[in-house]
């Protein structure tokens, strides 16, 4: 079993960045791939990024390409989400997560491990 919180949510302005964290515990995160979605308020849950388990591979929303950065650090048993140049649109509860396997993936399905989700809400 893997249990994973998320820190780093808040209010910023659009253009601003925040940096989200996954804290992973129970299991050494190292064996998994690991990936971060979102859901808006009266939206489907949406994938935003993914890497792999050594942090040589990424995937990326075509929303958040070039603005959001996903890495991972094994060592300390956390994953990251930069996010720059933020828009109103980004706001949503952002989830992280955690698959078997070392290829990343864009299907929610995929994953097994969830954390329990960090609200980020970008003014205009």
């Known amino acids: 079993q893997v249990q994973l919180v998320e820190s780093g949510g808040g209010l910023v302005p659009a253009g601003g960045s925040l940096r989200l964290s996954c804290a992973a515990s129970?299991?050494?995160?190292?064996?998994?791939?690991m990936g971060w979605f979102r859901q808006a308020l009266g939206k489907e849950r949406e994938f935003v990024a993914s890497?792999?388990?050594?942090?040589?591979?990424?995937l990326y929303a075509d929303s958040v390409k070039g603005r959001f950065t996903i890495s991972r650090d094994n060592a300390k048993n956390t994953g990251y989400l930069q996010m720059n140049s933020l828009k109103p649109e980004d706001t949503a509860v952002y989830y992280c997560?955690?698959?078997?396997?070392?290829?990343?993936?864009?299907?929610?399905?995929?994953?097994?491990?969830w954390g329990q989700g960090t609200q980020v809400t970008v003014s205009s």
């Open positions: 997560a955690a698959k078997e396997g070392i290829n990343p993936s864009s299907y929610y399905y995929t994953y097994s491990y």
């Open positions: 129970g299991r050494t995160l190292s064996s998994y791939a």
């Open positions: 890497i792999t388990w050594s942090g040589s591979a990424t």
